[in-house]
């Protein structure tokens, strides 16, 4: 068993004991490590009344009778699993409360993320929850992302949204920021644009994020600084510099003239809130500034050349 396991257990299984469930989880696994099997074990440990007996840190692998295709995963006591009958309805598939989204092809479409908002939103049959599995979240396509977007905004009391992916930097801010991540990643390691990861996939996160700001409230700003505060100074300077490329990426673009001054506006802002980081400026504060600002420069008419 990894080692990231037994502490991503020990956070959500704190967390069941206190009866402290999130609205929504995205458990995030790496290129080879599937967070499938473990995202069904949480569906399992929220939808099973004994969740406290099945999991564990035993670190034992024993599929149940007709799993899914999902599979079992480190956590899951498999002789729990075996007994009782709730728990070998989620891992086939088959329990009333639980919904299985997956991608039919490469995209997970907007016909999906909406039947599984009205799923989600039917009151539960058997016990308190519902709970809504997405699969391979990061195929959503931008359809299906806002349809998922607004469920998640207003989620109902009992329902939970599970998420996996491999992929976290390809996933809209605006579903991560309204989910509790469980990485699933060795200890130390980033999910974070320009860390290791691919070149094409640094400039699309990039431009993503920038567009996402044109487009969304100040008060969805302050609620994504203060997600992406999260991984501190060296974080948040991480964020920045993704903001930095995308301003990069269209300056490259060689827009007109009037275009042209927004995005240098948009990279002296950027630079600006780098700066007051290096300067030991609290994360949170210099990027709900650069948020605000880059959104009323992205938003709103051109600036004008000075003088």
């Known amino acids: ?15 069941l004991a206190r009866g402290r469930v999130a609205h929504a989880y995205c458990v995030v696994g790496t290129a080879g490590q599937n967070p499938g099997p473990f995202a069904l074990e949480l569906a399992r440990a929220l939808l099973c009344p004994d969740a406290a007996a099945g999991w564990t840190l035993a670190g034992q692998t024993s599929p149940a009778p007709g799993a899914g295709g999902v599979g079992v995963a480190d956590g899951l006591d498999p002789g729990h699993a075996v007994r009782c009958p709730v728990c070998r309805a989620v891992l086939d598939e088959r329990h009333p409360d639980l919904v299985v989204v997956r991608p039919p092809g490469r995209f997970l479409i907007r016909r999906q993320a909406v039947e599984a908002g009205r799923a989600i939103r039917l009151r539960p049959a058997t016990g308190p929850r519902r709970v809504a599995l997405l699969l391979d979240a990061h195929a959503m396509t931008a359809e299906a992302a806002a349809a998922l977007l607004k469920v998640l905004e207003e989620p109902p009391a009992y329902g939970v949204f599970v998420l996996t992916t491999r992929r976290l930097a390809a996933l809209p801010t605006t579903i991560v920021s309204r989910c509790q991540v469980v990485r699933l990643t060795a200890p130390g390691a980033s ?70 001054l927004r995005w240098v506006s948009v990279a002296r802002l950027v630079r600006q809130a780098q700066v007051q980081v290096e300067a030991n400026v609290q994360p949170r504060l210099a990027l709900e500034g650069c948020y605000l600002a880059v959104r009323r420069t992205l938003a709103g008419p051109a600036p004008s050349r000075p003088g």
Request: net charge negative; charged share 30%.
């Open 1 to 15: 068993m990894s080692e990231s396991r037994p502490l991503a257990v020990r956070q959500l299984g704190g967390a």
């Open 191 to 260: 999910d974070a644009p320009g860390d290791g990861a691919p070149e094409a996939e640094r400039r699309r996160a990039a431009r993503t994020r920038l567009a996402e700001l044109a487009g969304i409230s100040p008060y969805e700003c302050l609620r994504l600084a203060e997600a992406d505060s999260e991984g501190g100074r060296a974080g948040t300077l991480e964020w920045l510099e993704a903001l930095a490329l995308g301003a990069r990426l269209r300056l490259d673009q060689e827009p007109a003239a009037a275009e042209l």
